[in-house]
């Protein structure tokens, strides 16, 4: 039950990422940096909670997932500065169904439990096929082919990446394995924008500026949360795709909360309800 918890939270906080993204519209690359600033330095306030397995593949999958995580965030922000957070939604389908097959592939015991139980795998695939009928429904315009295309690969890394990420943490010291996968994650990305910004000649008085900071530090919050809560989610989830289904949700939250807000939104409430119906069945399925 607690991969429930940490998948619904982890919607929320990626619907604050792209609602930051789109009200703030700082430069991304900017943003990015002082979010994996703000994340370092709250993980660094607790090395010494961290476990280090002797594992040498834990190091390697942090790094990777990192670099798939980096460009991700990177894309999110960008779409949602141009009102588009939902295009960078449309990977979350292929992602969610990926991780869900490698994860059967790689794991024997997991698929006999599904050949064992064909209604709790009937159930597990209408909620993904549900869910994947919902996000290209919620809000069809912002749909092309360019933009299907770039995400799709995204999609498929995203689904090794949280596979790597389960088969790698042990499952004797969650929490402070966790806590030292996020800090090497955090450190590379660091690492890489850095090695981004000077390339790009983005080093400037812009990216110290009290407002970028603030902007950086406002949207790297919840995007900080919601890769720790992805993290424990498909750590605590019998499968790793499963908390990318809830992960589906966000553009659900996104038009409650423009609705609140009096923001236009063209997204569609019955494409939502069956969003929230497919994360539902999901969970009958699987409690």
């Given at each position: 039950?607690?991969?429930?918890?940490?998948?619904?939270?982890?919607?929320?906080f990626?619907?604050?990422?792209?609602?930051?993204?789109r009200?703030l519209k700082a430069?991304?690359w900017?943003m990015?940096?002082w979010?994996a600033i703000c994340a370092?330095?709250?993980?660094?306030c607790?090395?010494?909670?961290?476990a280090?397995?002797?594992d040498g593949r834990?190091?390697f999958?942090?790094?990777?997932v990192?670099?798939?995580m980096?460009?991700?965030?990177l894309?999110?922000?960008?779409?949602?500065?141009?009102?588009k957070a939902r295009?960078a939604?449309?990977y979350?389908p292929?992602?969610?169904f990926?991780?869900?097959?490698i994860?059967?592939l790689?794991?024997?015991?997991?698929?006999q439990?599904?050949m064992?139980d064909?209604?709790?795998?009937?159930?597990?695939?209408?909620?993904?096929?549900?869910?994947?009928?919902?996000?290209?429904?919620i809000r069809?315009?912002d749909?092309t082919?360019?933009?299907f295309s770039?995400?799709?690969p995204?999609g498929?890394?995203y689904?090794?990446?949280?596979v790597?990420?389960?088969?790698?943490i042990p499952?004797?010291a969650?929490?402070?394995?966790v806590?030292?996968f996020?800090?090497?994650?955090?450190?590379?990305?660091?690492?890489v924008?850095?090695?981004a910004l000077?390339?790009?000649?983005k080093?400037?008085?812009?990216l110290?500026?009290p407002q970028?900071?603030?902007?950086?530090?406002i949207?790297?919050?919840p995007?900080a949360?919601a890769?720790?809560?992805?993290?424990?989610?498909?750590v605590?989830a019998p499968?790793?795709?499963?908390p990318?289904?809830?992960?589906?949700?966000?553009?659900?939250w996104l038009?409650?909360v423009?609705?609140?807000e009096?923001v236009?939104d063209k997204?569609?409430?019955?494409a939502?309800?069956?969003?929230?119906a497919?994360?539902?069945?999901?969970i009958f399925a699987?409690?």
């Amino acid at each position: 039950m607690q991969w429930i918890i940490y998948g619904l939270l982890h919607s929320l906080f990626r619907a604050g990422l792209s609602e930051a993204g789109r009200v703030l519209k700082a430069d991304r690359w900017h943003m990015a940096f002082w979010h994996a600033i703000c994340a370092v330095t709250v993980l660094a306030c607790l090395f010494p909670f961290m476990a280090w397995p002797e594992d040498g593949r834990f190091y390697f999958a942090a790094v990777i997932v990192s670099l798939i995580m980096t460009v991700g965030t990177l894309m999110s922000l960008n779409l949602a500065a141009q009102n588009k957070a939902r295009v960078a939604a449309i990977y979350m389908p292929l992602e969610a169904f990926a991780a869900f097959v490698i994860w059967l592939l790689v794991m024997p015991t997991a698929f006999q439990a599904h050949m064992h139980d064909l209604q709790m795998t009937g159930m597990v695939v209408l909620s993904y096929l549900l869910a994947g009928i919902a996000l290209f429904k919620i809000r069809s315009p912002d749909l092309t082919l360019q933009t299907f295309s770039a995400v799709v690969p995204l999609g498929v890394t995203y689904a090794v990446a949280a596979v790597a990420t389960k088969l790698v943490i042990p499952v004797t010291a969650v929490v402070p394995s966790v806590l030292a996968f996020l800090f090497i994650s955090y450190l590379t990305m660091m690492a890489v924008l850095i090695g981004a910004l000077l390339l790009r000649k983005k080093i400037n008085k812009s990216l110290i500026s009290p407002q970028t900071a603030k902007a950086g530090i406002i949207a790297g919050i919840p995007a900080a949360l919601a890769y720790a809560t992805f993290v424990f989610g498909i750590v605590y989830a019998p499968n790793p795709g499963f908390p990318s289904i809830l992960a589906m949700l966000v553009p659900v939250w996104l038009l409650i909360v423009h609705r609140i807000e009096g923001v236009e939104d063209k997204a569609s409430p019955l494409a939502g309800l069956l969003m929230l119906a497919s994360a539902a069945l999901l969970i009958f399925a699987t409690i």
